[in-house]
């Protein structure tokens, strides 16, 4: 479940045990999203066209990113 507010998002993951809940700012929230972008990446889930672009840019420089990420198609 997600909730938001002006400045924060919460994340709750149900587990086995009891919930995960993850607070995390607007730029803390865009980093993680662009986190799980670079798994799917690895993954090769072709998801990409389905991705804002603003996702697709990315934080990291392009060094770093060249090496985690595989070459655009």
Do not use: C, I, Y
């Amino acid at each position: 479940m997600t909730t938001t507010g002006g400045r924060q998002v919460s994340l709750r993951f149900e587990t086995a045990g009891e919930p995960l809940v993850m607070q995390l700012s607007r730029r803390g929230m865009h980093l993680w999203l662009q986190g799980l972008v670079m798994v799917l990446a690895k993954a090769e889930w072709n998801l990409s066209q389905a991705l804002p672009a603003w996702l697709q840019s990315g934080v990291l420089p392009p060094s770093v990113r060249d090496m985690l990420l595989p070459p655009s198609v």
